[in-house]
């Protein structure tokens, strides 16, 4: 994973900025093929007040295409652009087409479950990126929408439609990795982390009903 993306996003207008951006990234890419890993997760622009929506798409795009895609096929490692909350690609429509301009197996999606539930539905994006998709981030959240506040959940204890979100996955045949976004505990939650992972995996609602 590159650290440098959040602070120094690629979308800046300050060269200076995206210089940082670039180098962590670069960095981040030769480590993965030191290590033997296949990707590398990008967070790849930031909307904000100084940077327009458009801007902070193409932007991203030609720094990606220009300084880091290059570098990414030399090596053989994924690019991974994962849809985060900043304020960037905002549905599975755009994202898949933001992907898909690159013209590149190098570049793939990292979907995460989580990020998608304020404005969408995990299932939904699943089917729309297809085998974009190379790896996963899984979490919940349960919404309290008259309230305007979200709050993290146990796996299978929030508003996400996990049996829908396998079937989703099996249509599209993945068979990648994914990664928990969750807070650590002792050996017992962690075996319970597992058991919920596994009922999911087979379909099933992650938490059994006592």
Same mark, same amino acid.
């Given at each position: 994973?590159?650290?440098?993306?959040? #602070?120094?996003?690629?979308?800046?207008?300050?060269? /200076? *900025?995206? $210089? !940082?951006?670039?180098?962590?990234?670069?960095?981040?890419? @030769?480590?993965?093929?030191?290590?033997g890993a296949d990707t590398v997760l990008l967070v790849p622009?930031?909307?904000?007040?100084?940077?327009?929506?458009?801007?902070?798409?193409?932007?991203?795009?030609?720094?990606?295409?220009?300084?880091?895609?290059?570098?990414?096929? #030399?090596?053989?490692?994924?690019?991974?652009?994962? /849809? *985060?909350? $900043? !304020?960037?690609?905002?549905?599975?429509?755009?994202?898949? @087409?933001?992907?898909?301009?690159?013209?590149?197996?190098?570049?793939?999606?990292?979907?995460?479950?989580?990020?998608?539930?304020?404005?969408?539905?995990?299932?939904?994006?699943?089917?729309?990126?297809?085998?974009?998709?190379?790896?996963?981030?899984?979490?919940?959240?349960?919404?309290?929408?008259?309230?305007?506040?979200?709050?993290?959940?146990?796996?299978?204890?929030?508003?996400?439609?996990?049996?829908?979100?396998?079937?989703?996955?099996?249509?599209?045949?993945?068979?990648?990795?994914?990664?928990?976004?969750?807070?650590?505990?002792?050996?017992?939650?962690?075996?319970?982390?597992?058991?919920?992972?596994?009922?999911?995996?087979?379909?099933?609602?992650?938490?059994?009903?006592?």
């Amino acid at each position: 994973m590159n650290m440098a993306h959040w #602070d120094n996003p690629l979308s800046s207008d300050d060269p /200076e *900025v995206v $210089n !940082k951006s670039v180098k962590g990234m670069e960095t981040s890419l @030769r480590n993965a093929r030191l290590w033997g890993a296949d990707t590398v997760l990008l967070v790849p622009a930031v909307v904000n007040p100084k940077t327009m929506y458009k801007d902070a798409y193409t932007r991203s795009q030609k720094m990606i295409r220009e300084r880091l895609l290059p570098l990414a096929q #030399d090596l053989k490692v994924v690019i991974a652009v994962e /849809e *985060v909350w $900043n !304020k960037f690609l905002l549905s599975p429509i755009e994202f898949a @087409r933001y992907v898909d301009e690159f013209k590149s197996p190098w570049v793939k999606a990292y979907f995460d479950v989580g990020n998608v539930v304020l404005y969408g539905y995990p299932q939904d994006w699943v089917r729309t990126l297809g085998n974009r998709i190379v790896k996963m981030h899984i979490k919940d959240f349960k919404m309290d929408r008259r309230e305007g506040r979200f709050y993290w959940k146990n796996i299978g204890e929030g508003d996400i439609d996990w049996p829908e979100i396998r079937k989703a996955l099996s249509e599209i045949g993945y068979e990648g990795f994914m990664t928990t976004e969750i807070q650590g505990g002792d050996a017992a939650y962690l075996k319970d982390v597992v058991a919920r992972l596994n009922r999911f995996l087979a379909g099933q609602p992650p938490v059994t009903s006592a």
